[in-house]
Each structure stands twice: as structure tokens, then as C-alpha cells.
């Protein structure tokens, strides 16, 4: 038993800025705008919210520090890709180095290998909910968590609700199917797919905040091992809707779990730490024949 809590708690743990990530990044890609540059936002927010923290010892700053950062990064994908009609894959990629660069840089400036926050512990901002704590088993599993974790859960109502029964989500929807017909009802297209890609980045700077300074308190170069891409592969196999997004998310997320955990168990401890990765791949593949498969019968994508 204690096998299966440590995989349900890592699966959880894993879970939320991924889940965050993936519930963000699903409205660019219901806009046609696929988002490459979601892992570097996503440690853009971790760098800022613990870089903020360590230079002011401000929580609250160091959340609203990492929410405008990304959305800056937000902007500047949006101008070249959407206004400049860039290529999405190149400005992302050049993001997802840049921003490594840029923490690599500052952290060298000031002579650290890592950035520590002696004064801030994680255990107390953690959200212990009354009654399931205290349960056996489950208790230590749900309960414990920081706030965003928890508001990466919401996200999913949240996003499903904005998608679909708002008039901003229909027209992001109507955007990204079909920006012809969108342009000739009105529609300011172009502000719409920025503001989808915007809501990507707000989500971004989050999980990036909840890795580093809600679960680790500390902050070291490349710590998002990937996330964002991972993110982009559940984005896809879910077609940007948020219940298979979200399934997919759980699934890379306990495969994940499994791997950490048995990599702890057996010597080959690299080679189980890049199962994830092949498992994303097998995915990938798979839901990708699917897809085609389900377009050859119908003739068309279906939303």
C-alpha cells in the first residue's frame, strides 16, 4: 500500500503546474495558434516568483512578479507570431532558449548555482482542508498542498466554462476553426488569438510559481525538466478540449510517478527517469493515427 500512496502523492505533486500549463496553453491552440514557448514561460514564472522573493521577501510580489513576466514573454510571442505572421515553431523555440539564458545569466551576475529562500518555507502556505485531513491514507494525499495545486483543479471547470459557454470562448473557438469566416462576421481575430495566447501565459507564470516556490522554495536553471512540453503533448491528444486534456495530463503524470518512484528502487535510475518521454511519444503516436484515422471516416475534423 504504501507503494501505490507514494504514486497517487508524486502523481499529484506532478499534476498541478503541468495541469495548469496544459488548461492555459488549450486556448491558444483552440485559436490555431500552437504555443511552443510554454516551457520557457513556464520557468520564466519559476525564476521570477523566486528571484522576487529572494530580493524583496514579498509573497505576494513574487506571485505578481511571475504572472507579468510570462505575460511579457505572452506579448512578445503573440507580436511576432499572430501581428508579424512569424513562424509559431522557431519564436517558440527561440523563447524556450532565451529564457535559460536570461537565469543563467542573472544567476551567474550574482554568483549563485542555485537561488535559495532561507526566510520562506513552503509548509506554510500549504492548505490542510478540514475533515479529509484527517482521514487515513487519503488524507495526507488530498490535503497538504499549496493554493495551486488546488486552483489547477478549478481550472478545469474554469476553462471548460470559458470555452464553452462564454461569448469570448465561442469566438476563440470560431477563430481557430475557421478565421475567414470569423474576419467577415466582425470578428477582431488577431485580438483573440493574442488574448488566448495571454491566458496561456498567466497560467504559465502560476505552475511555473508553484515549482519552484510553493513545492521547492528555491529556484536552479532548466528545473521545469520539460513540463511545458509535456503540456503541449496532452494539449494535442486532448484537441484542446479540458476533460481529455486533462485525462492526458493524469496519464503523463502517473507514468511519471511510476518512473521517479522505481527509478529510486533499481540502479538504472537515468534510464527509468526518461520512460516518461518514450511514453509521451507512444502517445503522441498513437493519438495522432486516431485522429487521422477518425478524419479519413468522417471526411472532416470534428470538434
Not at 129 to 153: A, N, Q, R
Not at 215 to 226: C, K, V
Amino acid at each position: 500500500m504504501g507503494v501505490i500512496n507514494s504514486i497517487v502523492y508524486e502523481t499529484v505533486v506532478y499534476l498541478g503546474p503541468v495541469l495548469l500549463c496544459v488548461l492555459g496553453g488549450l486556448f491558444a491552440y483552440k485559436a490555431n495558434v500552437l504555443n511552443i514557448a510554454l516551457e520557457g514561460m513556464m520557468l520564466m514564472g519559476a525564476f521570477m516568483s523566486v528571484l522576487t522573493a529572494f530580493k524583496t521577501e514579498s509573497l505576494g510580489l513574487s506571485y505578481l512578479m511571475a504572472v507579468v513576466s510570462t505575460m511579457a514573454l505572452g506579448l512578445v510571442f503573440s507580436f511576432f507570431s499572430v501581428k508579424m505572421k512569424g513562424n509559431v515553431i522557431v519564436i517558440g523555440l527561440a523563447i524556450n532558449m532565451l529564457v535559460p539564458a536570461i537565469a543563467g545569466f542573472v544567476m551567474k551576475v550574482m554568483a549563485l548555482p542555485t537561488i535559495t529562500l532561507s526566510w520562506f518555507s513552503p509548509r506554510s502556505i500549504q492548505v490542510n482542508i478540514p475533515i479529509i485531513k484527517d482521514i487515513p491514507v487519503i488524507g495526507p494525499i488530498l490535503s497538504g498542498h499549496p493554493p495551486l495545486t488546488y486552483i489547477s483543479y478549478l481550472m478545469i471547470i474554469i476553462a471548460a466554462v470559458i470555452l464553452y459557454k462564454t461569448r469570448f470562448g465561442v469566438y476563440v473557438r470560431v477563430t481557430g476553426e475557421n478565421e475567414e469566416a470569423a474576419i467577415s462576421l466582425g470578428l477582431k481575430t488577431n485580438w483573440y488569438k493574442t488574448a488566448a495566447i495571454l491566458i496561456g501565459a498567466l497560467c504559465c507564470g502560476l505552475a511555473g510559481a508553484n515549482i519552484s516556490m510553493e513545492r521547492l522554495s528555491l529556484f536552479t536553471n532548466n528545473m521545469t525538466a520539460s513540463r511545458g512540453f509535456i503540456a503541449i503533448a496532452a494539449i494535442y491528444c486532448g484537441r484542446g478540449k479540458p476533460i481529455p486534456c486533462t485525462l492526458y495530463t493524469i496519464l503523463f503524470a502517473i507514468i511519471n510517478a511510476v518512473a521517479e518512484y522505481f527509478s529510486l528502487q533499481v540502479s538504472a535510475s537515468l534510464l527509468l527517469k526518461a520512460v516518461p518521454y518514450f511514453a509521451m511519444v507512444a502517445v503522441l503516436s498513437i493519438a495522432s493515427a486516431i485522429n487521422r484515422r477518425n478524419a479519413s471516416d468522417r471526411g472532416a475534423f470534428a470538434d
